[in-house]
Antibody
Framework: QVQLVESGGGVVQPGRSLRLSCEAS????????MHWVRQAPGKGLEWVAV????????YYADSVKGRFTISRDNSKKTLYLEMNSLRAEDTAMYYC???????????????WGQGTLVTVTS | SYVLTQPPSVSVAPGQTARITCGGN??????AHWYQQKPGQAPVLVVY???VRPSGIPERFSGSNSGNSATLTISRVEAGEEADYYC???????????FGGGTKLTVL
């Protein structure tokens, strides 16, 4: 079965950096676009970023564009999120999510990891 | 940017039908998807492509999408389905995934 295991979360000071990882198993990782979605404490879901299956394209939410970088290593079946210039409002649970592409209609998100918590505080 | 609007809360008695709406400009021209999130857990996909149930999701979950509103319908609601529900679409113009703000379903 599909497994997505996030790691790398923790407590970090504002302005610092953090790198999240997501190890995938149970499916052909290189066939799927992969996403990061976050959820601040007590708040709703916020999509963060997507990287296409072959790494050819990537998109970011406006709130993180220019600060966060999504990447992947298909040989290691691992997705990454490099987070720079962190702010208090980046505090959230970060989920690694497998995307399913519907031609013309775009992505839905069919498998989610359990998340890794990032806390930005001084 | 594209915006999806959900009611903050919906309440229903056990055994009754819950309907959760998701409003968006001509959302009927997009494909809508729905997620269930119970406290302390990751979200779970319950309906995709407007009205398709993933394997393992009860037939009591169904969806529809037309005009400016998509709807998730849960028939014969059970106490265990008390959760937050989120709608989602893909915004082709921006390449972004868009979530609604979420609806808390309370089973009275």
């Amino acid at each position: 079965q599909v497994q997505l295991v996030e790691s790398g979360g923790g407590v970090v000071q504002p302005g610092r950096s953090l790198r999240l990882s997501c190890e995938a198993s149970g499916f052909t990782f290189s066939d799927y676009g992969m996403h990061w979605v976050r959820q601040a404490p007590g708040k709703g879901l916020e999509w963060v970023a997507v990287m296409w299956s072959d790494g050819s394209d990537e998109y970011y939410a406006d709130s993180v564009k220019g600060r966060f970088t999504i990447s992947r290593d298909n040989s290691k079946k691992t997705l990454y999120l490099e987070m720079n210039s962190l702010r208090a409002e980046d505090t959230a649970m970060y989920y690694c999510v497998k995307g399913q592409w519907i031609q013309l209609w775009g992505y839905y998100l069919d498998d989610w990891g359990q998340g890794t918590l990032v806390t930005v505080t001084s | 940017s594209y915006v999806l609007t959900q009611p903050p809360s919906v309440s229903v008695a056990p055994g009754q039908t819950a309907r959760i709406t998701c409003g968006g400009n001509t959302i009927g021209s997009k494909s809508a998807h729905w997620y269930q999130q119970k406290p302390g857990q990751a979200p779970v996909l319950v309906v995709y492509d407007d009205n398709v149930r993933p394997s393992g999701i009860p037939e009591r979950f169904s969806g529809s999408n037309s005009g400016n509103s998509a709807t998730l319908t849960i028939s014969r609601v059970e106490a265990g389905e008390e959760a937050d529900y989120y709608c989602q679409v893909w915004d082709r113009s921006s390449g972004h995934v868009i979530f609604g703000g979420g609806t808390k379903l309370t089973v009275l």
